[in-house]
């Protein structure tokens, strides 16, 4: 019977340990190329739209180009960044950014937390149906939503002047959009409403994962809800905190970007532009593409600072529960 099952078996091929070795190099050659060939979409989609890109930009900021198709791009040098630190509105552009930066925080930062704490307590449907309701201006398109606040701020028959004139507050409609006055905090006021729906998400979602048993053994201990709000929910919520806190520090400029551009256009006098509506400016107004790019390089490596230190602050101020 042993016979029989040792003949029952083919004597190996001649060559059969190379071919083996081979089929074993090329599982490892997969094994290792695999995760490549995962990567390889999102990989050739950020080199497409952002690498590609930002390495253009680096190019074109030494480079002066009209973005005509067929002409030349003349090297300049420095000369771009020279003109661009002597360019009055791209100084005052500097200056209206570090003011939506910072008057955008309140709306993404503090008042979406408070909001999100209040809304947390209610009933699942009620906290449902508020947290939806705050959420819904920011899935509105910034067009449509220029053309609201465009008609509430109208100086002959807008809502805003219509209620400040039976108030007896003015004695004649305001401009708001074409006063120097009021253009930016309007433009301020437009992008913080836009965005307090995200951030109170945002927070919401924070809060589900703090343990109820704090709170619990807080109110045991005595303390109110002002004080479990800072000495409980606050440090649990420091991670997401400076989370959206470099988020709007970030991209404030950008997303004040739309209402700028459709409201103001800048105006009056620059008073309500910022960084990135002037590099749109020299770009496509001026068709001085270097220029742009120029601006936008100097942009680039201080928002990676301010990234950079904010990650920094993150790491040392965050407070995790584990």
Known sequence: MSQTFENSYAPPLKGSPAIAQRRLNKAKLWRRLKPFVYLAPAIILLSVWMYKPLITTFYLAFHKWNMVPGTDKKFVGLENFDKLFHNPAFLDS?????????????????IPLVLAVVTNNMNGKMKNFYRGIFFIPMILAPVSVSAIWRWLFHPSNGVVNHILLKMN???????????????KWIILLITGWKMIGFS??????????????????????????????????????????????????????Q??????????????YGTSTNIYYEMYRFAFSNLNAGFSSAAALVFFFIFGVIALLMNAASRKLSFYDN
């Open 200 to 253: 109170v998400i945002m927070f919401s979602a924070a809060l589900t994962g703090i343990n109820r048993e704090y709170y619990e053994a807080a109110a045991i201990d005595g303390a109110s809800s002002m004080r479990q709000f800072i000495n409980v929910t606050v440090p649990l919520m420091s991670p997401m905190i400076m989370f959206m806190m470099m988020m709007s520090i970030l991209f404030s400029s």
């Open 169 to 183: 507050l003015i004695d004649q409609p305001i401009a708001f959009f074409s006063d120097a006055n009021f253009a």
């Open 94 to 110: 500097i200056g209206n950014t570090v003011f939506y930066t910072v008057g955008l925080l309140p709306f993404s930062i503090l």
């Open 255 to 268: 997303w004040t970007f739309a209402y700028i551009d459709i409201l103001t256009t800048g105006g009056p």
